[in-house]
C-alpha cells in the first residue's frame, strides 16, 4: 500500500507543476496592468516604473514563473501587491473561513444525499422515489448563487429572522448568535453536493438490489436492517469516492456563495485578487486549492485500502499458514490474493483452494484460476464460510479436494461471511 502511496505522491508533482505554470500564464494573459491600480494616473511615470521594478513585473514572465516557483519552494508564498502582507497570513486566514463554512455544508450535503439517495432506491417506483429523486435533481440543476440571493430575499429581507451576509464576530461559532450567520450559506452550499450524491447512490444501491447475493440473504432469513447493511457496505466505496471530490468541489468551488454572502473565505480571497489582479494572491490561492483537491484524491483512493483486508493475503501470510492446508475463502473473492496463493499451490505449501468470486469483480477467462488444477471457484456466495452450513455446492468442492488435512477457513469478523 505504501508504495502505491508514494506512487500517487510522485504523480502529483508534475500535476500541480502543471497547474502552477497554466495559472500563471493565464493571469499575466489577461489584458490589464496591476500598476495602473495601484497608482493614480497623474503620478509620474518614474513611479510606476519603480513599481514594476520592484515586483519584477519588467522581467520576461518565465524569468518572473521561476523566481516565483524558487520562493514557493522553500514555503514563501510572497507579498500581496495591494495590502503589502505576507500572502500566507491572508491566505490561511481565509482558508480557515472557508472551512468552517464547508464542513458543515458536507455534513449536511453528504448526510442528506446518502438518505434520499438510498431511500429512492429501497422504494424504487414509489411516489417517494418520484420526491426524493425532484429533489435531488433540484439540487444538482438550481445555480447555487441564485438560490443564495433566493434565501437572502426570503429570509434576510422579508422575514427578517436571519442575517444577510457576513460572518459575525469571526472564528469558530460556539453560540447561536454566530451560528445564525451560516445558516443560508450551508443550505445553499450544500445543495449541489447533497443532489450529486443522492443520484450516485440511489443508482448504486439499486445495481447491487438486483444482485442475487441480496435474495440469497433474505433467502437465509436475515433481517431487513442487516440486508441493508450489506447493500449499503457494498455501495459505500464508490460513494466515498465521490464524497472526497465533492468535498474537494466545496473549498474551491464557494467562490460564489461566499461572495453573495460576504464570507471573508478562500472564495472571495480569490474573488478580490482577480479583479485586483493581485498575482502572488491569485496564484497562491488557486495552487494551495488545487493541492489540497489532490491530496483528497489520494486520500479517496488510499482510504478502502487500509480497510480492505484482503490486502493482508501476500506471499509471508500463506507461508504462516500450515503445510499441505487448504484455503477457503469465500467472502472477499479470490482474485485478490492473486499470484501469491497459486505460488503457495504450485510449490506444495498449500494442498488446494476453495474459492468464492460472486459478487466481486469478476476473474479474466485467461486467468489461471479457472485451470489451476489445485483450485475449485464456486461462482456463488457461501451463505457462510463453515464447511457444515455452507451450501451443498461449497462442501462438494471441498469433498473434492480434501484428502483428512487440515482446512484454513478464513472468515469476516465483523460480518461472519
Known sequence: MW????????????????????????????????VDL???????REVADALRRRFALDQPIYVQYAAWLGRLLVGDLGISFFTNRPVADELFSALGNTLILALPAAVLGFGLGVMLGALAAFNRGTWLDKVFSATAITGVSLPHYWVGIVLVAIFAVILGVLPAQGMGAGG????????????LPVVTLSLIPMGVVSRVVR????????????????????????????????????????????????LGGSILVETVFNWPGSGGLMNLAIFRRDIPV????????????????????????TRDTRGILDAAAFARLPKGAYFINMARGGHVVDEALLAALDSGHLAGAVLDVFNTEPLPAEHRYWTHPQVQVTPHIAGATNPRTASPGIIDNIKRLRSGRELINRVDPKTGY
Open 3 to 34: 508504495s502505491y502511496v508514494a506512487r500517487r505522491l510522485l504523480y502529483a508533482v508534475p500535476i500541480l507543476l502543471g497547474v502552477s505554470m497554466l495559472v500563471f500564464a493565464l493571469i499575466h494573459l489577461a489584458p490589464g496592468d496591476v
Open 38 to 44: 495601484l497608482v493614480p494616473p497623474e503620478v509620474p
Open 172 to 183: 469558530v461559532p460556539t453560540s447561536w448568535e454566530q451560528l445564525r450567520f451560516l445558516v
Open 203 to 250: 443508482a448504486n444501491v439499486l445495481e447491487i438490489l438486483s444482485q442475487e447475493f441480496v435474495g440469497t440473504l433474505r433467502a437465509k432469513g436475515l433481517l431487513n436492517h442487516r440486508v441493508l447493511y450489506h447493500v449499503m457496505k457494498n455501495a459505500a466505496p464508490s460513494a466515498l469516492a465521490l464524497i472526497g471530490l465533492q468535498f474537494g468541489y466545496l
Open 282 to 305: 491569485l496564484s497562491a490561492t488557486i495552487l494551495v486549492l488545487a493541492t489540497i483537491f489532490v491530496i483528497i484524491n489520494i486520500l479517496v483512493d488510499v482510504l478502502p485500502l
